[in-house]
């Protein structure tokens, strides 16, 4: 099979590294010039988890265009917020083949849309030819071929389930599902707990507070999913808990690092003027506030998230004032 990556940071890196390793053709656009040509004079990229070697079978090349007619398997890993832009130089290039395959985590912050439905409204890409990967994945993990595993959404169960089988090895196992919108949402919100979750390990509260913090983050994100039309069961799985843990408590984890230099008294300035790389929490919790407010839903450490970093509320005060919410019993959604 061929298949073209879209975005050569280091999760863009890590599938094609993966899905060469697997035995496929493999061609990579990227933004920067010295990735490309990195790639193809050293089978490396010189600037994203530029210690590991990327699989023979992976080229790249900066053309949109050539990347696009490469295959009719598109991997999506464009961040987000660029992902728009991105799609309009595509209006043209898209033919009835193709199936997108999204690694994008997030919420376009200007229209709360999930990546789905930026697929459908810049491309028109109907959901039956868009997949969602997502689950508890570092990237440089991935690339050292740890075992790893992730949920394959397409609402078209037959295009999952051939995916399924042509990403999947001794490395990396997908599992095919339907829930698309529980995928998406999983994927996306997770990243703002995850910010808190970094956070609270700065201002030095113990395994309690964490333990607390992703159980009930998990369920305000499961309340908004499921109000949204997705499957609760999905945010119990590897798009929900397996990756929400992963998130909150590995040290590979973006934003994650985010949440503790805030913590420890940074400005959100300071902070994303030294990453090379997209924390997609710090966009999504804007986009996830509004929609929750929206549709009726309370989120409050969404919210609190939300608050912090757009420097309204400090983060020792944000538990404080989750800490004395009014009382009311745990399940209800």
């Known amino acids: 099979m061929r298949i073209s990556v879209f975005g050569s940071g280091s999760w863009g890196t890590a599938l094609a590294h993966h899905t060469g390793r697997r035995g496929h053709e493999v061609m990579m656009w990227?933004?920067?010039?010295?990735?490309?040509?990195?790639i193809e004079r050293e089978h490396r990229n010189p600037l994203y988890v530029s210690e590991h070697p990327v699989h023979e079978n992976v080229h790249a090349?900066?053309?949109?265009?050539?990347?696009?007619?490469?295959?009719?398997?598109?991997?999506?890993v464009v961040p987000v917020q660029h992902s728009r832009a991105v799609m309009?130089?595509?209006?043209?290039?898209?033919?009835?083949?193709?199936?997108?395959?999204?690694?994008?985590?997030?919420?376009?912050?200007?229209?709360?849309?999930?990546?789905?439905?930026?697929?459908?409204?810049v491309l028109n890409l109907p959901s039956s030819r868009f997949c969602a990967l997502s689950g508890p994945t570092?990237?440089?993990?991935?690339?050292?071929?740890h075992p790893s595993a992730a949920v394959l959404a397409c609402m078209e169960t037959s295009q999952a389930e051939r995916l399924q089988r042509e990403l999947s090895d001794i490395h990396l196992r997908c599992y095919a599902g339907r829930d698309l919108v529980g995928v998406e949402l999983a994927g996306a919100l997770k990243n703002v707990i995850a910010i808190a979750a970094g956070m609270v390990d700065?201002?030095?509260?113990?395994?309690?507070?964490?333990?607390?913090?992703?159980?009930?983050?998990?369920?305000?994100?499961?309340r908004l999913g499921v109000r949204l039309g997705a499957d609760a069961a999905t945010f119990r799985g590897?798009?929900?808990?397996?990756?929400?843990?992963?998130?909150?408590?590995?040290?590979?984890?973006?934003?994650?690092?985010?949440?503790?230099?805030?913590?420890?008294?940074?400005?959100?300035e300071q902070v994303l003027g030294t990453m090379r790389e997209?924390?997609?929490?710090?966009?999504?919790?804007?986009?996830?506030?509004?929609?929750?407010?929206?549709?009726g839903i309370e989120m409050p450490i969404t919210e609190a998230v939300s608050a912090i970093l757009a420097g309204d509320i400090a983060p020792r005060e944000a538990v404080r004032l989750l800490m004395t919410r009014e009382l009311?019993?745990?399940a209800k959604l």
């Open 238 to 268: 590897l798009a929900g808990m397996g990756d929400l843990v992963l998130t909150c408590t590995g040290g590979l984890s973006r934003n994650r690092r985010v949440g503790q230099r805030i913590g420890h008294g940074e400005t959100l």
């Open 30 to 38: 990227a933004l920067e010039p010295e990735v490309a040509e990195g």
């Open 278 to 295: 997209v924390a997609e929490g710090v966009r999504t919790a804007p986009a996830a506030a509004r929609l929750a407010r929206d549709h």
């Open 328 to 330: 009311k019993p745990e």
């Open 61 to 76: 090349s900066t053309d949109l265009e050539t990347v696009a007619s490469f295959s009719d398997v598109w991997i999506w």
């Open 202 to 222: 700065a201002l030095g509260y113990g395994a309690n507070t964490q333990a607390a913090l992703m159980t009930r983050g998990l369920h305000e994100i499961t």
């Open 88 to 121: 309009e130089r595509l209006t043209g290039s898209l033919r009835g083949e193709v199936v997108m395959v999204s690694a994008s985590k997030g919420l376009e912050t200007a229209t709360m849309k999930r990546m789905d439905q930026l697929a459908w409204e």
């Open 138 to 145: 570092f990237a440089k993990e991935v690339l050292e071929g």
